[in-house]
């Protein structure tokens, strides 16, 4: 009987109280950079490759929505970067203290 309780108890964290706290680990939100970094689109730049960038230690998904919202693109799905673009890029070491553009 006390084998069978030990083994309904392993089952009972592994499958309730495990994920439940791995879970909650992911969804901390970090906090975005208070400064922006003026950019300029060089051939092969994406979303991605600039959050990983300028904000080493944030998700890259997540820096790709700050970039999409910081520049208002966040409605415009189809929108494709071009060389010469400036982008605002939400950056903890940038030289402005809100985006280039933005009221």
């Not at 979303?47 to 990983?52: A, H, K, T, V, Y």
């Not at 966040?74 to 553009?101: F, H, I, K, S, T």
Request: aromatic share 12%.
């Amino acid at each position: 009987m006390r084998k069978l309780f030990v083994v309904f108890l392993i089952i009972l964290i592994l499958f309730f109280i495990v994920p439940g706290v791995i879970d909650s680990y992911a969804r901390v939100q970090p906090e975005r950079p208070q400064r922006y970094t003026m950019h300029v689109v060089r051939p092969g730049d994406c979303f991605w490759n600039l959050s990983e960038a300028y904000m080493p230690k944030v998700d890259p998904r997540i820096g790709v929505r700050w970039i999409q919202e910081a520049n208002g693109l966040e409605d415009e799905p189809g929108y494709v970067m071009q060389p010469g673009d400036r982008l605002n890029v939400p950056d903890e070491d940038g030289e402005l203290a809100e985006p280039y553009g933005q009221d």
